[in-house]
């Protein structure tokens, strides 16, 4: 039997994406509005496309963060790491100095 293929249109995604929101991920129940679709292909078509979109995102949020907001972040974090692990160790009554990572966060 051959397999025959369709792409999924504009207006079915954003139906698809409409459901979902609705039914709250009950594929079940959003694949019924699908009669030529499969639970697997709307599943796996759903996925996809949020993958599509969640990698848009993350891209072009990384692409409108300059490279010194990185660093200053991550420099604000290690500060952060930093000031928990002396308070953890003052708390302990332990001697901070001790961590061997402690001199790559500062």
Request: proline letters at 1%.
């Amino acid at each position: 039997m051959a397999r025959i293929v369709t792409r999924w249109t504009e207006e079915e995604t954003a139906l698809l994406n409409k459901l979902v929101a609705q039914y709250h991920n009950n594929f079940k129940l959003v694949a019924r509005a699908f009669p030529s679709r499969s639970y697997n292909q709307v599943k796996g078509h759903y996925f996809n496309e949020f993958r599509k979109t969640q990698g848009q995102e993350q891209e072009s949020a990384s692409s409108a963060q300059q490279t010194g907001g990185a660093i200053g972040a991550a420099s604000s974090f290690s500060s952060e790491v930093t000031a928990e692990k002396s308070q953890l160790g003052d708390d302990l009554g332990l001697d901070t100095s001790f961590y061997a990572f402690q001199e790559l966060l500062e």
